[in-house]
């Protein structure tokens, strides 16, 4: 079965401590695997794609295709971090572009 | 640049009525799609259109049609709306066509609809 999975459903941290949100799948093929975060009030946007290896907003995601894991990970969380992550993942040779969301982790960084 | 634009807003409607989200895109998309967010469940796709003239089903079909009304709109329909299905409605587009194009997804800011 496609599935994502995010086992946290809050993650509380205080300011300055490290921050990982996990994300584990299960897809047989080529998938492509994405974070996308929602800020308080405001749309869903991408944060990371994992064909990318990028860092955004200091944040980075490395794809383990062995634990079949996109853990989200930032050294120093900010108070502005604060807002839900979701966890996705599409078939890389399909035409649709169809995502498979985790449940979700609602990260918040307290002062 | 609009991005993706959604209306309504919010909604409330009794069981039994009916109403169409409409939704557009300026980004000159191939793919568009309709997903609810549910606590707990993260997204779920409703269905998807992976080009002009064609909509397929997905994950949570049940009691929605839609339609694929050009290349910048997609709607979806309530025909009879129950108290299953109060969510948060997202409209989303991308460029993933076959053969290529990238599967990042552009929201539009979610429709608030309540069944009662």
């Known amino acids: 079965a496609q599935r994502v999975t995010q086992p946290e459903k809050l993650l509380s941290v205080f300011k300055g401590a490290p921050v990982e949100l996990k994300c584990n799948y299960s897809?047989?093929?080529?998938?492509?695997l994405f974070w996308y975060v929602q800020y308080s009030r405001q749309r869903l946007q991408l944060l990371l794609r994992h064909i990318s290896r990028e860092s955004i907003k200091g944040f980075t995601a490395d794809l383990n295709k062995g634990e079949t894991s996109f853990h989200l990970k930032k050294p120093f969380a900010q108070e502005e971090d604060s807002a839900m992550y979701y966890c996705?993942?599409?078939?890389?040779?399909?035409?649709?572009?169809?995502?498979?969301f985790g449940q979700g982790t609602t990260l918040q960084v307290k002062p | 640049n609009a991005g993706v634009t959604q209306t309504p807003k919010f909604q409330v409607l009794k069981t039994g009525q009916s109403m169409t989200l409409q939704c557009a895109q300026d980004?000159?998309?191939?793919?568009m799609y309709w997903y609810r967010q549910d606590p707990g469940m993260g997204l779920r796709l409703i269905y998807y259109?992976?080009?002009?003239?064609?909509?397929d089903k997905g994950e949570v079909p049940n009691g929605y049609n839609v339609s694929r009304l050009n290349k910048r709109e997609f709607s979806l329909r309530l025909e009879s709306a129950a108290p299953s299905q109060t969510s948060v409605y997202f409209c989303a587009s991308s460029d993933r066509f076959l053969g290529g194009g990238t599967a990042e997804a552009f929201f539009g800011q979610g429709t608030r609809l309540t069944v009662v």
């Open positions: 259109s992976a080009s002009e003239g064609t909509t």
């Open positions: 996705a993942l599409t078939n890389g040779s399909s035409n649709t572009g169809k995502l498979i």
């Open positions: 897809y047989s093929g080529s998938p492509e």
């Open positions: 980004m000159n998309h191939n793919s």
